[in-house]
């Protein structure tokens, strides 16, 4: 009898074990200070726009993850070396493609450059040789800026984050930047330099950037967790106050033509 009932409890035991399975492993998401979508708050906790949309999505799929702000050339440089990883706000080039798996779009960018109004005024008095233009490293913006003629070393400068630029356009140290029109509209001011757009440089839709290594079903999870978001309205609620309604109706647009085309 005895030997019956510890065979018994045996198999129970083996059988708990094989249905128990261990947790999701935490997801480190990496991303760069970029006003208002991420930044420290005055409580130096990370906080933004899209940092409260990723936990909301975080909160439906009970997942746990943790946030690092780092400048974008360290959090990709991490993201491709390091398993677990999310990297984000990322815009998806060709280049880019097989060295992650895709989550979005959550943002769309008009990107176009802006420079002083006299050379918007004087195209023909300028050219990239007499222009000094400013880029962050590891961006999708450099090989654009390559292409219209910009070059490290000589009329472009790198700097570690985005904002950056906006420094060195204050201070007269850059004539040309990258922004969103969707949010910046025709012109901005840093401190008392106003730069006026003047060129468009690429459209792109930005990504949660899943590396590798992360199974194909929990990013699949989180893809259906974002697109809920869009169906419901999450979205909309948490971008309206801070993000351009093009942008958000540009989004919402794409949304419905995936849906459309997945039925």
């Known amino acids: 009898m005895q030997v019956f009932i510890g065979w018994a409890l045996f198999l129970l035991f083996s059988s708990g074990c094989l249905a128990w399975q261990a947790p999701d492993p935490e997801l480190h998401f990496l991303t760069e200070h970029s006003p208002p979508a991420q930044y420290i708050n005055e409580v130096e906790q990370i906080d933004g726009v899209t940092i409260q ?3 909301h999505l975080q909160a439906r799929l009970n997942e746990k993850i943790r946030f690092s702000l780092l400048p974008w050339a360290r959090a990709m440089k991490m993201a491709r070396q390091q398993p677990n990883t ?8 060709p280049e880019r493609e097989a060295l992650f798996q895709w989550v979005g779009p959550i943002k769309y960018f008009d990107m176009q450059l802006y420079t002083l109004p006299r050379v918007v005024a004087n195209p023909q008095d300028y050219g990239t040789d ?5 880029a962050y490293r590891s961006s999708a913006q450099l090989g654009y800026f390559n292409q219209m003629g910009f070059e490290v070393g000589r009329n472009l400068s790198m700097v570690a984050n985005a904002h950056e630029c906006h420094t060195m356009a204050e201070r007269n140290r850059a004539d040309v ?13 840093y401190g ?5 757009r003047w060129k468009p440089l690429y459209r792109s839709y930005l990504y949660l950037a899943f590396s590798l290594d992360i199974p194909g079903a ?6 259906e967790a974002l697109m809920q978001s869009y ?33």
């Open 86 to 93: 999310v990297l984000f706000e990322t815009v998806r080039t």
């Open 130 to 134: 007499n222009l000094r233009a400013c």
């Open 218 to 223: 929990r990013v699949a999870r989180w893809q």
């Open 231 to 263: 169906a419901d309205g999450t979205m909309r609620r948490l971008y309206q106050h801070d993000y351009p309604q093009a942008m958000i109706e540009h989004l919402e647009k794409q949304w419905q033509e995936e849906r459309q085309t997945s039925k």
């Open 53 to 55: 949309l990723i936990r």
């Open 177 to 189: 930047i990258a922004l969103n029109a969707l949010r910046y509209g025709e012109s901005v001011h």
């Open 192 to 196: 008392d330099v106003r730069l006026e």
